[in-house]
């Protein structure tokens, strides 16, 4: 049997933990379900996914300063080229490959700022050649959500229209798809990908420990922060949009500390850094501290070490609920709200872009007190997620390697109902 060429596209290895941990989980599925397959990436960090993954891995794009403003002509002009070489190369990378796969991530969303002749433009440029050599691409567990940009909304159309293959992490992504006119009627909705990533070795038998009543002092808190400046059409307000939700949350900090509680903050993507910075800054207690996460895995730790997590990034939430633990949503996005609400916290949620650090603290604490319930409800949801997950993989064999002959890729039930959680 010839080995499957597998490539795998996106925003990866570029201090996105979220991305990352998508496509770690693709790569245990390839490892697990297709051994033989020869695995490489088109990203946007190739050196870190060479290193941390150990496949080859070529540059997302041409420009090394792709994602920078460009204001000078010299750079205008090295964009515009870059576009155009860009065709080329994503084309040429493709026609070598039997199967591409695009790992989870938001990429037929612009819920966070997004200009349409980056990403949007290349994942077409990716969809549209897969088409044109006959390649399989496939969206995996992917977020959508309603764009009200024209041409970045006409590209996401046409990259999910060109693609073999799509799924979606939750309902209001495929309605979303469907509403931009593309046919979604055999698209399905399983948990987010990193739901199948395997727990840390430390913390796999405290994850199934019982819940017990809280007794002694109250543990550590999580408070997952972000570089949030509202979404692609808040660029106007968007200083004003950052200024109140670092004050709001600043000041929640303030109260877990004064209140006597150790507090680690959480990153999710490398440009959050300064807003940690920010925090430590403003708060100056001991008590509060920041963790060096570098990947999923570790953002499951620091979250089942802590008795609650208040997160904005979505894979911070993900992490934390996945771990067990408590977690309340500072919501910037639907797809927020959805997670939670699939795993039985949605009436923890709180508008990121209007942080009121009284309310929020109200939230938290009757978060705190439903612990013991809500650990259970969480450790009940984890177990439902993880069967959806293998029927995800199982329907990826059986539509992306026909040949391999997996007799359990056709095992699937409860079509078009995996989201639903009873």
């Known amino acids: 049997m010839i080995a499957a060429r597998v490539g795998v596209f996106g925003l990866l290895g570029s201090g996105n933990l979220g991305n990352d941990g998508s496509l770690e989980a693709v790569l245990g599925y390839l490892r697990a379900e297709h051994p033989e397959a020869v695995v490489d990436a088109l990203c946007g960090g190739p050196e870190t996914v060479t290193a941390r993954y150990g496949i080859p891995a070529t540059r997302l794009h041409w420009y090394r300063a792709e994602y920078r403003t460009a204001s000078r002509a010299g750079?205008?002009?090295?964009?515009?080229?870059?576009?155009?070489?860009?065709?080329?190369?994503?084309?040429?990378?493709?026609?070598?490959?039997?199967v591409v796969i695009v790992p989870g991530m938001g990429v037929l969303e612009a819920t966070l700022p997004l200009r349409p002749w980056g990403f949007p433009y290349a994942l077409f440029l990716l969809c549209a050649s897969g088409r044109l050599f006959g390649t399989r691409v496939a969206l995996v567990g992917v977020g959508a959500a309603p764009i009200g940009q024209r041409s970045t909304r006409a590209l996401v159309r046409w990259s999910a229209r060109l693609a073999a293959y799509r799924s979606y992490r939750d309902a209001l992504s495929r309605d979303a798809i469907r509403d931009m006119g593309v046919d979604a009627g055999h698209d399905e909705v399983y948990p987010d990908l990193a739901f199948a990533l395997p727990m840390p070795r430390s913390i796999v038998f405290s994850e199934q420990a019982e819940p017990t009543e809280h007794s002694g002092p109250r543990g550590p808190v999580c408070v997952g922060v972000m570089a949030f400046h509202g979404g692609n059409d808040d660029r106007a307000r968007a200083e004003e949009i950052h200024r109140r939700y670092l004050d709001g949350t600043t000041r929640f900090v303030r109260s877990l500390a004064w209140d006597g509680r150790p507090v680690r903050l959480l990153i999710g993507d490398d440009v959050d850094r300064p807003v940690v910075a920010a925090i430590l800054d403003a708060v100056d207690s001991p008590l509060v501290t920041a963790a060096e996460a570098a990947s999923l895995a570790d953002l499951m730790k620091e979250t089942a070490a802590a008795e609650s997590v208040v997160a904005t990034r979505y894979h911070n939430l993900v992490c934390a609920l996945k771990a067990g633990t408590p977690t309340l949503a500072l919501s910037y996005a639907a797809k927020s709200d959805a997670l939670m609400d699939r795993m039985g916290l949605g009436a923890y949620c709180h508008p990121a872009r209007e942080v009121d650090a009284d309310r929020l603290l109200d939230q938290f604490q009757a978060l705190e007190r439903r612990s013991v319930e809500l650990r259970r409800t969480l450790a009940e949801r984890n177990l439902v997620a993880a069967r959806q997950l293998q029927d995800q993989f199982a329907e990826l064999t059986a539509a992306l390697f026909p040949a391999t002959g997996h007799g359990r890729a056709h095992t699937r039930t409860h079509t078009h109902t995996r989201q639903e959680i009873p």
Do not use: N, P, S
């Open 75 to 98: 750079a205008i002009a090295a964009k515009g080229l870059g576009k155009l070489v860009d065709v080329f190369r994503t084309a040429a990378w493709v026609r070598r490959h039997d």
